[in-house]
């Protein structure tokens, strides 16, 4: 376990390890005189509401506000949240964010009547609207992605009792994040000093890397013990949220709950099916990494609690922040010229808080507003991890920079679908570059199994969730009841197919069901592994290519949601629509694979 270690407050951290907050807003009270200002401008978008359908001139007025709205509200939410973030003890930025966020639902309830309203528009209207105003224009994907939904869109009076059922639909949901975050509570077993220490959600994961078998069995034991006693009230759980998917979908009038969540994004159904087919042709490579998994730890079995151990405990890399920042512009130089000047202009301008303070927020994310460049925020402690979350930070960073460079606000950000793939090809080109520039055969290995352990857990297990959730919800639009033995056998079955014969599958993992919290928000998961599997594609295709790949992966980052997810990366040279782009992903795990198994002979 992790010593523990003073941390400096906010205020000792030099400033050059800091992010530039100032660059959004230079003060406090700069910061008051925009939230301010939302406020007063807010009441004019509802002078609005019930007028839309009248003229074009009156839509364009409309959506250019909303615009001006939100990219404040965007401003004023993301500066109170980072400076909350810097040290969550700080009760003068406790209260803006509180501020901020209550701002920000009535921004959002104030705006709501727009979409339903646009519905009512017929086309016929918004094509003469169009012709009269040509500043229209701008919105015209904006516009034909709402209408795209008018088929799902039910009278005024349905859509308002739709509306209040939806929170009831949210029942089921709020219930277990309350059960889970609040109310489950986990035995105590001894570490590997033989202390006392009680098991947490945050501490789970790390217990389940201990080197000592012992603290694995016994922590992956209690878990699921603790789970297994309230088997049935989660197996009514998750079978409420589930119904209450079938239940929106049928009045929603679409053919399953899978095209309902997929066609947000206009995402066809074979993107999920493609997915789930491409890795069963490709499980015995999961199989081969389970095998190879058992003789490196030298076990006459393979238990569940075993797949998450070090294979070379003894390895470590420390890599400082600056020596991090070369490595990762040496492994990103594929992506061109014009790619390394944003990311020198990161490095350089202070877009990165560094190091870990007292009471600042944990992990690692990009974020910021339109208008001002990205920023990211990490806790660097010299890890190996630590290098690939920059380059993994980044990529986000540097794709919200060309979107928003390129975009007007309407387009600026990137739908959910593409969100993982800059940051994972970023990953995926340092891993080559880091393997092309090592002649250390146990550093090789441990470069390769950290990429093979994000394989195994981006790309196999998420799949396993999504096929999880579309076998539990074709139950139901069957009719079919979700009992807790029902669950437990579909995950068990699941289990034995992915990691094969080589693993003892312990009954205690055929709860696991119960504790993902991505479950309660339905089809959802899938998006890890096509994003990978996306980004795995490219980075081959940048290898291989050069100069015409990377061209076209610097328009796809520009994209923003211009046009939809799928086009935007078949235009960069990635069909998700076809099952291609995991075979390649999956390829190079094979490849990668095989080297490991070479090294560790």
Sequence with gaps: MAQNKILPKRSEVEKKYTWAIEDLYSSDEQWQLEYNKVKEILPRALEYQGRLSKSGDLLLGFLQLSDEISKLMERVYVYANQKYHEDTANPVYQDLSNKA?????????????????????????????????????????????????????????????????????????????????????????????????????????????????????????????????????????????????????????????????????????????????????????????????????????????????????????????????????????????????VLQEGFRNRWIDIYENENKRSGAYSWGAYGTHPYVLLNYNDTLDNVYTLAHEMGHAIHSYYSDETQPYVYAGYKIFVAEVASTCNESLLIDYMLKNTDDKKQKAYLINHFLEKFKGTLFRQTMFAEFEMITHKLVEDEESLTADALCKIYHDLNVKYFGDGVIIDPEIDMEWSRIPHFYNAFYVYQYATGYSAAIALSRRILNEGTPAVEDYIRFLSGGSSNYPIELLKAAGVDMSTKEPVHQALQLFEELLGQMEELMK
């Design 101 to 341: 966020s209550a701002l920000s639902v009535q921004v959002n309830s104030a705006l709501s009547f727009a979409t339903p309203e646009i519905l009512t528009i017929p086309l016929e209207s918004i094509s003469q609207f169009h012709a009269e105003n040509h500043g229209l224009a701008e919105y015209d994907f904006y516009l034909k992605d709402i209408l795209r939904l008018k088929p799902h869109v039910l009278s005024g009076e349905m859509e308002t009792l739709l509306a209040d059922a939806g929170e009831i639909g949210d029942g089921a949901s709020n219930i277990f994040s309350m059960f889970n975050n609040a109310d489950i509570k986990f035995p105590e077993i001894q570490d590997e000093n033989g202390n006392t220490i009680q098991i947490t959600h945050g501490r789970y994961g790390q217990l389940l890397e201990s080197a000592d078998r012992r603290v694995r069995r016994d922590a992956f034991q209690g878990v699921y013990a603790t789970y297994k006693s309230y088997r049935n009230t989660l197996a009514a759980s998750f079978s409420a949220n589930v119904k209450q998917e079938v239940f929106f979908t049928k009045a929603r009038k679409y053919k399953s709950t899978l095209e309902r969540a997929l066609n947000a994004g206009n995402i066809p159904t074979e993107v999920y099916t493609n997915l789930v087919d491409a890795v069963h042709e490709n499980l015995h490579l999961m199989h081969r990494y389970v095998a190879l998994r058992k003789k490196l730890l030298g076990l006459e079995e393979l238990h569940m609690y075993d797949l998450y151990a070090p294979l070379l405990a003894d390895m470590k890399m420390e890599i400082p922040f600056e020596e991090a920042k070369n490595i990762v512009a040496k492994g990103l130089e594929p992506l061109g010229e014009d790619y390394q000047r």
